[in-house]
């Protein structure tokens, strides 16, 4: 009798282990068929996008009006200088006062000029610009379409025969590019700017010392690498905010989610693309 029990118990471990592998194995490809399905309508969403864009070029049926374009220039790009001077002059300040002991040991406090200069202009500049950038428009965009998936605002434009693409995602497209790769040459020089408003009110490094330090510091080569980098990370928060707000279900609750999802995704995919660009313009030398 007591060996029967104890069989029964192993049996019902062992059914439980089972039931536990299962669960997590279902869960590991429910995940991975998320992450396929998402890479697919992104890059389908970009291709789209990029035919209307060609189109608009060619033909003049397939034009959107200017007014589109510079509403959303102003709404995603003028609206977010604020926020980014603000953040960058404080990453100047920050930089200046982390490397001011360091250097100031070695005798070579002037070169804070070159620190703060060149992570300006190879690297935060356009990062922290695209990270501020994706939670102020990005998830402003995902709501806003969002808003309108739910409230079947996308479903009247195709019953007029109107694409949603070429009206609500190109316009944003070109305004989220243009005007990243803008902010990003605003925050490179605000981020210049405070650093050079600390070394010479706290540092004590005259203006002249680090104006000369950063000229020679900084390449033509590291202002187009941040722009081209702005660019593309701009195009990069534009297909996940337009992808998850035209996909969102479920009424407030999923406008929220899309809302959450673009934010997450896009500071994710800025990172692993930075770090694409840092290993490639390394391996070439730029």
Known sequence: MLMASESVQKAGVLERSVRQVGRFTLGRIRTAGDIVRFFGGAVYLLYDACVWMIRGIYQRDARVARHHFSSQMVRVGIRSIPIVVLVQTFIGVILA???APVLRSYGQLERVAD???????RELGALLTGVVFSGFAGASIAAELGTMVEGEEIKALRAIALNPIRFLVVPRLV???VMLAMLTVVADAVGVLGGLITSKFVLGVPFDTYLNYTK???FPSDFVSGIVKAAVFGLM???IASYEGLNARGGAEGVGLATTNTVVKSIVALISADVVFTAIFYTYGI
């Open 97 to 99: 006062l982390q490397m």
């Open 115 to 121: 620190i703060v200069s060149i992570a300006m202009f």
């Open 175 to 177: 305004a989220t590019v």
């Open 216 to 218: 020679a510091a900084v």
């Open 237 to 239: 928060i534009l297909i």
